[in-house]
């Protein structure tokens, strides 16, 4: 790959990054794991009224549980209160499968 290219793809990531929130944000993760995993990573989807268990995507070589958080703006006190309640969530939901747990936050 050329350098101009790949300064080229640099910067389509970035934007996506600095520019995708909330659901878009996530979808936008999990095409990048999925890309760089591929067969191994698993995108979580919601399941009805138990929604995704408190895991966005699952590393299954790794047993890593990912949880996406972008909102538009945020204050620490919710971000550090939604680590606490998805990660809590997700330990008592995938107790079998999960080896590590990531937090991604845009």
Known sequence: MRD???EWLSLRFRL???SNQGSAFETFFADLMEAAYPGDFQRVRPY???GDL???GFLRSEGLV???YAPRTTKL???ERKIRVDFDGAR???T???RGWVFVCN
């Open 16 to 18: 996506a990054f600095l």
């Open 96 to 98: 079998m499968e999960m």
């Open 4 to 6: 101009g290219e790949i």
């Open 48 to 50: 009805g009224k138990r």
């Open 77 to 79: 006190a919710n971000i």
């Open 66 to 68: 990912f949880q996406v």
């Open 54 to 56: 408190k895991c966005d």
């Open 92 to 94: 008592a939901n995938w």
